[in-house]
């Protein structure tokens, strides 16, 4: 076993075992100092280290934050909220959630949803009485799931579309995941609600409404938002358009940002919040995993095998397991470069099952990541290793299940 893999164990470990170490340790002082770890034995150089980091991804991530925490400040949560909670019946507040929040996801990515999905989730749990844990938890399963219908909707989907260079990318994913996604979604929604309910009131979550801010500026952050979905959306429709200029993820969210830091009066305070820890796990996490890569231990697992990468069996079985332990956009990455021929069945199981892996472990997916980080972030003690595993289980099954099966049942009829 090379040092990597087993730095990269050990991570994996420790993050599982966090509820029982020191409340001070957070999720990212462990995948950091994994990082540090592997630089200090030379398992990996600075120069590779710099290069591992998936740079235009922390970039746009800056830029959701940025986003998200001045929309935070217009009130607009809270407006959110009481928009939702304004319905009389609790299935129906917490259907019109899970349709924003999942919308959000198809529209933004699944981390942006993440980010403006827990202060609006927190006020829920405080109006609602219901227990902070399992609505978080639901709200991971929502933007996940939800991302799975667009080619945008997630980083490892957006790679997909890429290599795909599909005529109509819309459509194609939603002939191909629309329907195994509403079948999740439902079902998820249905067995983790019976969770929600708690005993004890759930008044301190940590979390003020910030509803008439009279200081806050409310048009560059909307105008940012703005910008974020028309640019997205335009890059979208026009990435297979030859001749122009195909701005990445990162330019897309920095321009998109740029009148929040070039306008806003509160722009220092806005860039002090942004969740720098999450940006810290996850380029430390960049790191771990291109320390991996050049150990060669997965491309060994995928490729001297001897197996056939394209079969849907070894689509399902590699890209959901191998993403628990690399995280699901690097295991795309490589999985499209060692494919020979990228067919849309083979693209699309492989979109669906490492999106819906991301159900499984808090560290399966960067959504995961951001809501809980979030959540400790507005003081609120979030969901451990194991709860999140055990109420995901049943969720990650039927997710595998559905995406598999339809997927299968589909490509039988294009032949």
């Known amino acids: 076993m090379s040092i990597s893999l ?46 591992a980091v998936d740079w235009d991804l922390i970039l746009y991530l800056f830029s959701v934050f940025s986003i998200a925490s001045a929309l935070y400040d217009t009130g607009i ?20 959630y899970v349709l924003i929040m999942a919308v959000c996801a198809a529209l933004l990515t699944n981390d942006a949803a993440a980010v403006i999905g827990v202060p609006i989730a927190l006020l829920m749990a405080r109006d609602m009485n219901w227990g902070v844990v399992p609505l978080l938890i639901l709200l991971c399963a929502t933007v996940t799931i939800g991302s799975m219908i667009s080619p945008v909707g997630n980083p490892q989907n957006i790679l997909i579309a890429n290599a795909g260079r599909f005529d109509n990318m819309f459509l194609v994913f939603a002939e191909w995941i629309f329907i195994p996604a509403a079948i999740t979604m439902l079902l998820s929604i249905l067995w983790l609600k019976r969770f929600l309910k708690v005993d004890e ?16 500026q409310k ?33 897309i969210g920095l321009v998109a940002c740029s009148p929040i830091y070039l ?59 191998a993403s628990q332990l690399f995280s699901n956009v690097p295991v795309v990455e490589i999985y499209l470069n060692l494919l020979h021929e990228h067919d849309t069945q083979t693209l699309m199981m492989l979109s669906a099952i490492s999106t819906v892996a991301g159900n499984l472990f808090i560290i399966s997916a960067a959504s995961n990541v951001i809501v809980l980080q979030q959540a400790e972030k507005f003081g609120v003690q979030p969901f451990n290793f194991w709860q999140f595993f055990l109420l995901m289980l049943p969720v990650s099954v039927i997710s595998v299940a559905a995406s598999y099966l339809y997927i299968i049942w589909y490509s039988s009829l294009q032949t």
């Open 263 to 321: 306008a806003s009066h509160e722009r220092r305070r806005i860039l002090r919040e942004v969740d720098w820890p999450t940006l810290f796990f996850f380029i430390s996490m960049f790191i771990v995993t291109g320390s991996l890569l050049k150990s060669g231990s997965l491309q060994f697992f995928l490729h001297e095998s001897g197996i056939n990468l394209a079969k849907p069996e070894t689509v399902t079985f590699a890209s959901f397991f």
């Open 6 to 51: 087993t730095v990269s164990a050990i991570i994996f470990i420790l993050i599982a075992a966090r509820q029982w170490l020191p409340s001070a340790v957070r999720i990212w002082h462990i995948m950091t100092l994994g990082a540090v770890a592997l630089l200090a034995l030379r398992q990996i150089t600075l120069k590779d280290a710099f290069f």
């Open 219 to 251: 048009w560059p952050p909307l105008l940012s938002a703005a910008l974020l979905v028309i640019l997205i959306a335009l890059g979208s429709v026009l990435h297979n358009v030859e001749g122009i200029y195909h701005p990445t993820l990162g330019q």
């Open 201 to 216: 009131p759930s008044h301190n979550v940590g979390i003020q409404p910030r509803e008439d801010n009279e200081i806050a």
């Open 77 to 96: 949560s809270a407006q959110i909220s009481k928009r939702i909670l304004s319905r009389k019946k609790p299935n129906t507040i917490l259907a019109s």
